[in-house]
């Protein structure tokens, strides 16, 4: 495969500068299949990788090297704070259930502070975002599962010292998501009607220091799933669950702009997936980039950009037999996005197994957008997961390891991999919860997973 091929063929002098760590010594080991260059990472920040086997691995910065994060459970979804200084991570034991879940908290040197999520009791299906603005994090989770009554999810607001601030709980979050000024949440907060068995749903905003719960909008039968903010905090982005059910949702959900001031709906576009990865705010822009198109198969269904300003929202124009994927704004109002061949999962390329997701990320690369016109971004083919950097550089992955292209290079370089893949849903990679990177341009709400029954 054309990827690996050229993975593979790294020359003599690159594998020099490679950082191949084969044993534990002094917490700056890897495993044998992970490989790192952190003198390309000079001057760019640091950086979090989840390599293939679910080992947290640092580079950059102060460190020298490679430092392998001691922790005992595979672990996932890195997040760095506003600031730098603290990384969040989360684990899930090897088992059937991958429960219960723990958010640690870590230094950026790479030593385990502690757990941020609460202590004493199980914690199953634990999601976390950090604050815009400040060291603390939101978290949501389910906890009391062996109650009588049932479980009820809890979402809780903890600084770096363990605190927590209790602000919502309810039979069902379906996600919450932090204001760009970091001073409140929105939230979906549901319960069953029981009888006659119909969801009722509320969009809240609730105080990130806690306080009384604002009521955005309500839906009765459907759930409002939080997907974000507009850029300048006046609404609340919302998917709208039918029936909250998963199934539905798998194929697509209308995304709805819901003002925070009246609760007036405007319709985005009438179905897309739920990946956080496939939205994108620009607060320089004061616009949101998603990716249209229904169907879980990843290439099926004609997926295409759509950019919506405060007024209207326009289709770019892609050709036949393409799809696009994984809009990314840069601090300077910049578009990227990647635009591939919609590859099918047919036998010969694999179903949907990594091997179909590399011949798609294979087929074509990163574009840059402006208006309705693209062009190819230099040094970008086949690439995809594109993250723009606070300097104008660009990191990417390739063929399951993050690659970084300087801002006015034509050439990217190898920084680490293989990056985890475990999170594959037909043919869709979640590559952005395998690393994280200090100088990511971020200008929006921290999302946090959301959580449909």
Known sequence: MAVKRLIAAVS????VMTTLVTTAIDGSAASSS??????RLHGHGELAVISRDHHLYLLGGRLTGVRKVALQDPADDPMWSHDGRWLAVTTQPTGPNDEPTTIWLVSRSGHVVRPLTPKGQQVLHATAAWSPRADRLAISYTADVTRPSGATQQLDVVDISGAATSLASAQNISGFAWAPNGRRLAVGLNHIQNPPGRWDSRLVTIPAGGGGQRTITTDNGNILVVAGWWPNGSGVLAWRDFQGSGSIAADG??????????????????????YPSWLATSKVKDEVALIAGGNRELTNRHKHLVVCTRTRCHSVPQPAHKVTFDPAWSLDGRLAAVRDRA???????????LHYTHKVDASGGIDLVRGRRVHAVRGGGQGTAPVWGARGAMMFVRGSSLWLLN???????RLAGPLSSADAFYGFVSW??????TQAAVDSGRL?????I
């Open 12 to 15: 003599l002098v690159a594998l």
């Open 343 to 353: 590859v099918q999962p047919t036998a010969a390329n694999g179903y949907f197994t």
């Open 34 to 39: 992970f490989s790192a260059n952190p003198s």
């Open 407 to 413: 801002a006015g290079a034509t050439t990217a370089h």
């Open 448 to 452: 946090g997973s959301s959580q449909v």
């Open 432 to 437: 952005q919860d395998s690393f994280a990177w």
């Open 253 to 274: 959900l209308p995304l709805l702009d819901i003002s925070t001031a009246t609760g007036h709906r405007r319709q985005l576009t009438k179905t897309m997936l739920q």
